[in-house]
Structures are given as structure tokens and as C-alpha cells.
């Protein structure tokens, strides 16, 4: 329960202000329930290396071994629309956004503990034990940058609705303090 099922909870939602789930790029391998352009642009390494190259990417970054990205064109589209950018990114990517965009809201989703990801990460299936391993060393240093966020929300197991509903919630909150602000989470 990460990153895209509560995406996939905040799709589900009406919110106040329009949004676009911007879709990240990646190199690393689909998963069985993945559909590229829908959970993910799925990229070969020189794709993704002439995207970034030609400033294709707001952001790029190694993440557990992948390349990912989020792709410039998709941002610019959303906010040039009037709709909020919601993106997908870690914590390198944020930091990257934040220095791009300064006034860019980034909430920082967490899980309860180390061991609730772990848990997590083992009943997907889907890491091997190495991977494992670097997720959780990885997840380590990610969780030591909060202080690098706008807003820090408990992702709390089986309360993804919850979650989605606390990230509304900020927004909307963000739209009334900065009105006609667009958006980039």
C-alpha cells in the first residue's frame, strides 16, 4: 500500500480543484499488474537517457537500482490548464523539484514504522531477499529527510482512503491560504 495505491485512492476522489496525476517514467521491468502509460511510461535506458538529455525530465533519478523521471511536458500541460500537478517522486526527486519549482507543496507520505514497509514490501512479492535489502536501507535514509517536506502523512495500514483524504485535505487547504496558486505536489 504505497505511492500508487493511494494515487489510485485520490483518483477515485472529487476533489475542489481539478488535478493531473502526472505518469513517471521508469526503466525498471513492468509488473504483472502494471500497464504502461497508466502506472508508469516503461522506458528502455537509452529512451530514458535521450528524454533526460534533451530536458525532457522536470526531474530524474536512480531509485533502488531503476532510472525515473518525471516528464517536463506533462507538469507544464496541468498547470497551463488551471489543474494541480500531482507527481510520484522520492525524495531525490523532490529535493530536485523543490530546487526547480520553490514553491512547490511536497508531502512526504511515510509509512507507520520500518517494519510496517517491510511487511509491506514482502507480501507484494514482487523484490527479491537483495532487493529487500536495499529497500529497507533506502526507505532508512528517506525517512531521516522529512524535514525536507512541506507536510509529512501517515500512511497507517489499510487507511489508504484516510491517507487520500489527509492529502486533500492539504491541498485544498494550500488553494485557500495562496489563491489562483496552481499546484505541484
Known sequence: MGKDTIIEAMQRRTPPHPRHFVITVTTRARRHSEVDGVSYHFLSLDDYQRLRDTDGLLEASEVHGNCYG??????????????????????QGAHKVRQKVPDALLIFVVPPSLEALQARLVGRSTESPADLERRRRDAAYELSRQADYDHVVINETDQIDDTAEQIDAIIAAE??????????V
Open 70 to 91: 518525471t516528464p517536463r511536458d506533462q507538469v507544464r500541460s496541468a498547470l497551463a490548464s488551471g489543474r494541480d500537478a500531482i507527481l510520484k517522486i522520492d525524495v
Open 175 to 184: 488553494h485557500a491560504r495562496f489563491a489562483g496558486r496552481r499546484i505541484v
